[in-house]
């Protein structure tokens, strides 16, 4: 018996909308639990069904917090601003605050089709000025705080993009998005100053239930503890100042690296290598930070002819510049102990550099270093220091260091300040002005010079500061894609000439904080009231992607700090409770096409090919060079022949594999079509019911089908004839066990042993000639919280006025959940031999009889006397035999 879906679920989702039921309200003397989910940014190709894991998670677990009493804040918005839209809008050819404003609608529609139990009256919108005032309000107290700067530094600039990106956006040298070439070049950038809370961020980590999150946070920001140790440069007054971790090894620093990009390489240069190294160095500059460090296989540099002294043993060494040296990381220079360095080693023994051990294991001294040593040992060879071991000789070494005024103690870190500005349109303005001279209207074309040393505030009566109306908002221009918006770019004040900031801030800034406007998303006159956040914060338990563990959640907890010292905010972190839902992936069809220089098709590989060469930047070549392209065929167009999947038209063999769900590997399922098919209350459960809500899990069809029957199978034993009470024992036990696994399973998140526990029940009560009436009720409050509209359709065929929605968790009688079975050891002679599953009141006679029956048991008997057995119930069995 099935039930119509198309008819039950539209009809209570207006139900719950009428009466406001999940609006968020705080009461006295109760509970609050605040569930927030990654908001998504609203794209034009709309949910996916790998979107509503998450949001189904957290909506299972604050319907069920409800019933158990709780005031619940559950909102939902939109991650509006930033490149996605700015994208789609281009290639839509309209502007973004209609294409974006298009696809919330979108967005919008297909949440509310899947039931959520949002409070729709706090939903949020990035772009919106009177969420944007308040995102400019923040930056402005990093601003007043020193926190927010200009500089011009090499960043990570992408020419199909128009804009730089953060290092967090960089992978193997392409952008995150759209997988586009990424180099290098200094432009004058805004940045946040996050390297100042560095220690609290990676320390406060502590007491959070972070757990798959906090060593990813810890590892990024990178913290070192060392010494900065000054190098005498032959011939010249400077010194090179290192960062070292190993001070313990300086006696044994043969050489010296300087990062390309350091501001001394050209100039300590000597001018026969000149040529060399500037050729260098502008290959350098072409490179990102990954290529240059983790995935830098082959180690090369130049001699720059310059000399170092070590300052210990004051021999001259030579100083080479090497792109794996970082300008931006350290002091920029490296001091090279090859002895105990993989890198340094490598480099050594590739350029013929001295290799001198200074640390051996035992102590003992070896002429020749076959192999490097990097663990701790004994100082060899290193003066007055001989014989200690590496953590003596470390403190040592550093209080000489700083005695001699040779070096001081330092802690670094490999967290940089952020990079805050974006040459894009479709973001929040930047609140600064600068002072300009000029003679004549600017706007008009008349010289002018903008002064950027002198940068100020927009004063807060004037925010929101507005993006202008513009037309032509493609990017393309270091100086940002404002710079066209002369009318807004350029006013007076005074009598006096002023330009604004034509860069934006990044996607990340109206993430940063939506949490909080969520508390109080209709005041204008505070980002949200006092009282507001008294009421809900922090949040209890928040959902989204890992791929956010050292983006989007290591800025929204430097902006929460931050609020915090300026007494914004009450909590020093603001999310308690952290937890990453797997990927759902679903089938992929993959060719591969060989290209020309000029991109055009040449020919078609089978997706499966196994000649293919992968650089170490993931591009794929063919053995005889020709560039590859990985394109994909939707399932729609696969045509099969002798059952394989081939392309329609190069006809080459396809290859199946799962990936994550793009519309670009035509691997998107619409869950528009699955409510429509199976209903919203059998997808949300079979999401729950595919795996563990943290795995990776693939997307198959028969599998929603599966979760379907379950659900009808309930709606047929909600309509067969009732009877009064929770049924026999059998029934009784079943459903007790079930309201208690289920709700501890909630806790857990293990929503899919819930799903399997509810089905039991089910199956029970469909052997039943007739249903128990409160069995029944009791599992439709159990399952609500996962088939929200099928539960209140049969409540409220059972007569029930209130919703179930608003009824309260059922409970459960402990003794009906104790188990009539237990297993205990069975040992012979005290040693385990086999265990053995009894009666919890089962005799002497009983636990001899079943204990025997075991094979390894038995074996263990044969041949023997039994002099004694011991049994004590519930614990042991064991066999005393001679």
């Known amino acids: 018996m099935a039930y119509e879906h198309r008819a039950i679920e539209p009809k209570w989702q207006r139900v719950w909308e009428e009466r406001q039921t999940f609006k968020s309200v705080r009461r006295p003397g109760r509970p609050k639990f605040y569930a927030l989910d990654m908001f998504p940014y609203p794209s034009g190709s709309g949910l996916h069904v790998g979107h509503p894991e998450g949001y189904t998670a957290t909506d299972i677990v604050t319907r069920y917090k409800r019933a158990q009493g709780f005031d619940v804040l559950h909102p939902m918005g939109w991650d509006a601003f930033g490149l996605p839209a700015e994208q789609h809008a281009i290639k839509t050819g309209q502007h973004p605050s209609k294409t974006t404003a298009e696809n919330i ?10 039931g959520f139990a949002y409070d729709w009256s706090r939903e949020v919108d990035t772009t919106d000025p009177g969420y944007v005032r308040w995102t400019q309000w923040i930056f402005l107290k990093l601003y007043e705080r020193g926190l927010a700067f200009q500089a011009e530094i090499p960043v990570n600039w992408c020419p199909a993009l128009g804009t730089v990106l953060a290092n967090e956006e960089v992978i193997d040298g392409r952008s995150e998005r759209g997988n586009h070439p990424v180099v290098r070049q200094p432009l004058r950038q805004w940045q946040l100053r996050i390297t100042a809370y560095a220690d609290r961020l990676s320390e406060e980590l502590e007491p959070l239930d972070w757990p798959e999150t906090k060593q990813k946070q810890r590892d990024w920001i990178g913290k070192s503890e060392g010494a900065e140790v000054d190098f005498p440069l032959v011939g010249r007054t400077e010194k090179l100042r290192v960062f070292t971790t190993r001070p313990d090894t300086l006696f044994g620093a043969t050489y010296m690296v300087i990062a390309p990009d350091h501001p001394l390489t050209l100039e300590l240069t000597a001018e026969a290598e000149r040529a060399e190294v500037a050729a260098y160095v502008a290959a350098a500059s072409r490179k990102s930070d990954l290529e240059r460090t983790a995935l830098n296989k082959d180690k090369t540099g130049v001699f720059t002819g310059a000399y170092a002294l070590n300052p210990l043993t004051r021999t001259r060494i030579p100083i080479y510049t090497a792109d794996y040296v970082l300008g931006a990381y350290g002091t920029g220079a490296i001091m090279a102990v090859p002895a105990h360095d993989e890198r340094d080693f490598e480099f050594a023994k590739q350029y013929g550099l001295p290799i001198i051990e200074v640390v051996s294991p035992d102590g003992a001294l070896h002429d020749t270093v076959e192999a490097v040593f990097s663990s701790e040992g004994v100082a060899v060879r290193s003066g007055q220091f001989d ?6 000789m470390k403190q040592n070494i550093l209080r000489y260091l700083e005695e001699q005024k040779l070096g001081t103690r330092k802690v670094n870190y490999k967290l940089r300040d952020w990079v805050f500005s974006r040459q894009r349109y479709w973001g929040e303005p930047i609140p600064i002005y ?5 003679d004549g209207d600017p706007r008009q074309g008349a010289p002018h010079t903008i002064d950027y040393s002198k940068p100020i505030a ?59 406007r969520y508390l109080d998303p209709h005041n204008a006159d505070a980002p949200f009231s006092k009282q507001a956040y008294d009421d809900w914060m922090p949040v209890d338990l928040y959902v989204g992607g890992n791929e956010h563990a050292v983006l989007h959640l290591l800025y929204a907890r430097f902006w929460h700090k931050v609020l915090f010292d300026v007494g914004v905010v009450k909590h020093p972190e603001p999310f308690q ?19 020309d220089a000029e991109g055009k098709l040449v020919r078609a590989l089978s997706g499966d090919d196994k000649t ?3 650089d170490a930047d993931g591009t794929l070549h063919t053995p005889e060079g020709d560039k590859v392209e990985a394109r994909y065929v939707g399932p729609d167009q696969v045509v099969m022949k002798d059952r394989t999947p081939t392309h329609p038209e190069h006809g080459v063999p396809l290859h199946t594999t799962l990936e994550k769900m793009a519309k670009s590997r035509g691997n998107v399922v619409n ?5 429509a098919e199976f209903g919203a209350d059998a997808l949300r459960v079979y999401e729950m019911f595919m795996g563990p809500l943290r795995e990776t899990k693939p997307w198959q069809t028969a599998g929603i089908q599966g979760t379907r029957r379950f659900l009808d199978k309930v709606y047929a034993v909600a309509n067969k004839p009732l009877t009064e009470g929770e049924g026999d024992e059998e029934t009784r036990k079943l459903l007790h066990r079930t309201i208690k696994k289920v709700g501890e399973d909630i806790e857990t998140m293990r929503f899919n042993t819930a799903v399997s526990t509810m089905m039991i029940l089910a199956n029970r009560l469909a052997s039943l000639e007739a249903t128990p009436r409160a069995a029944l009720e009791k599992l439709l409050v159990v399952l609500a919280p996962f088939a929200p509209h099928l539960s209140e359709e049969l409540w409220s065929e059972l007569g029930h006025q209130e919703l179930i929605a608003d009824a309260a968790w059922p409970r459960f009688e402990p003794a009906l959940c104790e188990d009539d079975f237990v297993e205990i050891g069975v040992q012979v002679n005290g040693k385990a031999r086999g265990r053995v599953k009894l009666a919890k009141d089962a005799t002497e006679a009983a636990a001899k009889e079943e204990s025997l029956k075991d094979e390894n048991v038995a074996r263990f008997l044969s041949d023997k006397t039994l ?13 005393i035999v001679g």
């Open 671 to 675: 869950p528009d079509h699955v409510v």
């Open 577 to 595: 409770k952290l937890v990453h839902q797997g990927m759902i992936l679903g089938n992929a069809y993959r060719w591969y096409a060989v290209l």
């Open 105 to 114: 609608t979108t967005f919008r529609r297909q949440l509310k089709s899947l």
């Open 434 to 438: 600068f002072p300009m001279e000029c």
């Open 458 to 516: 927009v004063p807060d009566s004037e925010l929101p500061l507005r993006l202008p109306d513009l037309e032509d908002y493609r990017p393309g221009d270091p100086a940002g894609a404002l710079v066209k918006a002369l009318d807004w770019r350029f006013f007076q004040k005074d009598g006096k000439w002023f330009a604004r900031e034509t860069n934006t801030m990044p996607q990340w800034a109206g993430s940063c904080w939506y949490y909080l």
């Open 387 to 392: 014989g200690q071991r590496t953590p003596q």
């Open 612 to 614: 293919l060469v992968a």
């Open 867 to 879: 002099k004694k057995f011991i049994y004590v119930p519930g614990k042991i069995v064991n066999f």
